[in-house]
């Protein structure tokens, strides 16, 4: 299995400043077929299911604000949350997609600091 | 508008089985795969398998082997999951989600909104 890891386990930003999330993957998900990472990021509000926002490590799903953004390769990716807004406030998960079982990252609490 | 309706609470007993529906509307059902998660109460996120719609194909994570079940009915836009052999640490909220790609492994960019199962003798 693919092990995800996430650092910090939660993270305190004050409103409008940047909050950045790591994931880490235990081997590469980068495929070589496609040219791509197979990495997608989360977020999951309280009482509601996970809202994705970012796929292949960086691109950004339809109707997600642009100051998310996702980067990175191979075995080391980045979310990074710009001028950090009250409704963003949530749990973040990754998740590769490369291979079965598809896994996920334990998830990062953003909270206000 | 992709929607993802899934049936209501369950409560269980340990060793029984449990089954959880996710009825799909606006688009085309066979040419998207379903994909179940679950996540225990408080804790993260965790995959169980997909389902093609088309042919009916599986895949399950196999920790789950020979235990789930996924099915679908075309007339009627619905996937369902069983789960065998009910134990304690069962006890979650399952999401069925529409997978973004079809290729069974890629992004799942829509989600039901969680069913959460019970097993408590």
């Known amino acids: 299995d693919i092990v995800m890891t996430q650092s910090?386990?939660?993270?305190?930003?004050?409103?409008?400043?940047?909050?950045?999330?790591?994931?880490?993957?235990?081997?590469?998900?980068?495929?070589?077929?496609?040219?791509?990472n197979n990495l997608a990021w989360y977020?999951?509000?309280?009482?509601?299911?996970?809202?994705?926002?970012?796929?292949?490590?960086?691109?950004?799903?339809?109707?997600?604000?642009?100051?998310?953004?996702?980067?990175?390769?191979?075995?080391?990716?980045?979310?990074?949350?710009?001028s950090l807004q009250a409704e963003d406030l949530a749990v973040y998960y990754c998740q590769q997609y490369y291979s079965n079982p598809i896994t996920f990252g334990p998830g990062t609490t953003v909270d206000i600091k | 508008q992709v929607h993802?309706?899934?049936?209501g609470a369950e409560v269980k007993k340990p060793g029984a089985s449990v089954t959880v529906s996710c009825k799909t509307s606006g688009y085309p059902f066979t040419g998207y795969y379903i994909h179940w998660v679950r996540q225990a109460p408080g804790q993260g996120l965790e995959w169980?398998?997909?389902?093609?719609?088309?042919?009916?194909?599986?895949?399950?994570?196999?920790?789950?082997?020979?235990?789930?079940?996924?099915?679908?009915?075309?007339?009627?836009r619905t996937v369902y999951l069983v789960l065998s052999r009910l134990r304690s640490d069962d006890t979650a909220v399952y999401f069925c989600a529409r997978e973004g790609g079809n290729s069974g492994y890629d992004d799942l960019d829509h989600w039901g909104q969680g069913t959460l199962v019970t097993v408590s003798s």
């Open chain 2, 48 to 76: 169980l398998g997909w389902i093609n719609p088309n042919r009916g194909a599986t895949t399950f994570a196999p920790k789950f082997q020979g235990r789930v079940t996924m099915t679908r009915d075309t007339s009627m």
């Open chain 2, 4 to 7: 993802l309706v899934q049936s």
């Open chain 1, 43 to 82: 977020q999951q509000k309280p009482g509601q299911p996970p809202k994705l926002l970012i796929y292949w490590a960086s691109n950004r799903e339809p109707g997600v604000p642009d100051r998310f953004t996702g980067g990175g390769s191979g075995t080391d990716f980045t979310l990074t949350i710009d």
């Open chain 1, 8 to 36: 910090p386990d939660s993270l305190g930003v004050a409103l409008g400043e940047r909050a950045t999330i790591n994931c880490r993957s235990s081997q590469s998900v980068w495929d070589s077929s496609n040219n791509k």
